[in-house]
T-cell receptor
Framework: NAGVTQTPKFRILKIGQSMTLQCTQD?????MYWYRQDPGMGLKLIYY???????DKGEVPNGYNVSRSTTEDFPLRLELAAPSQTSVYFC????????????FGEGSRLTVL | AQSVTQLGSHVSVSEGALVLLRCNYS??????LFWYVQYPNQGLQLLLK??????LVKGINGFEAEFKKSETSFHLTKPSAHMSDAAEYFC???????????FGTGTSLTVIP
């Protein structure tokens, strides 16, 4: 089982560049999430989706965009990268936030210089 | 608003000693509670979850947690620490009225041989 797959695992960007972090899950989960993790800050929710075609902002959406054209894929786009976006990004999926757990990818470490 | 507080960003225990990681939540409705573990350079994995069944929840690797409504707590314990328990631990909460998970800031556990 592949579970949740994120690519790339590492990336260095220059200020002002753009890129897309890819996330794919093979568990047919409706719910998908993007978090960023910064030291001592825990996980902050960027965007989430409750199904194909439906997305919503989380706690820290500025500077990011998402789309959900299929159940499997939930890419996160960074426009005009800034040093403040240096972080580790995690994609997660689940069946329901009520009783189900989240399944996480291995993370994507992004550095903006 | 929902929040999760983890007391102690760093906890050190001796091998074989009791592990106690604290988590308190605030919620206006009954929550669902989770503990996740993160090993270095990996994503988060579910340790255990409380979803309104038994208040004492047993998880993987000998961990357990007790839901105490009167104290709004969900502390994680393990009777005897093992070197392999060294990791970052996150408490999380979700509600039956929403689509999101809320994470604490994490507790880094060090096990001293």
């Amino acid at each position: 089982n592949a579970g949740v797959t994120q690519t790339p695992k590492f990336r260095i960007l220059k200020i002002g560049q753009s890129m897309t972090l890819q996330c794919t899950q093979d568990m047919n989960h409706n719910y998908m999430y993007w978090y960023r993790q910064d030291p001592g800050m825990g996980l902050k929710l960027i965007y989430y989706s409750v199904g194909a075609g439906i997305t919503d902002k989380g706690e820290v959406p500025n500077g990011y965009n998402v789309s959900r054209s299929t159940t499997e894929d939930f890419p996160l786009r960074l426009e005009l990268a800034a040093p403040s976006q240096t972080s580790v990004y995690f994609c997660a999926s689940g069946t329901s936030p009520n009783t189900g757990e989240l399944f996480f990818g291995e993370g994507s470490r992004l550095t903006v210089l | 608003a929902q929040s999760v507080t983890q007391l102690g960003s760093h906890v050190s225990v001796s091998e074989g000693a009791l592990v106690l990681l604290r988590c308190n939540y605030s919620s206006s409705v009954p929550p669902y509670l989770f503990w996740y573990v993160q090993y270095p350079n990996q994503g988060l994995q579910l340790l255990l979850k409380y979803t309104s069944a038994a208040t004492l929840v047993k998880g993987i690797n000998g961990f357990e947690a007790e839901f105490k409504k009167s104290e709004t707590s969900f502390h994680l314990t393990k009777p005897s620490a093992h070197m392999s328990d060294a990791a970052e631990y996150f408490c999380a909460v979700s509600l039956n009225t929403g689509n999101q998970f809320y994470f604490g800031t994490g507790t880094s556990l060090t096990v001293i041989p």
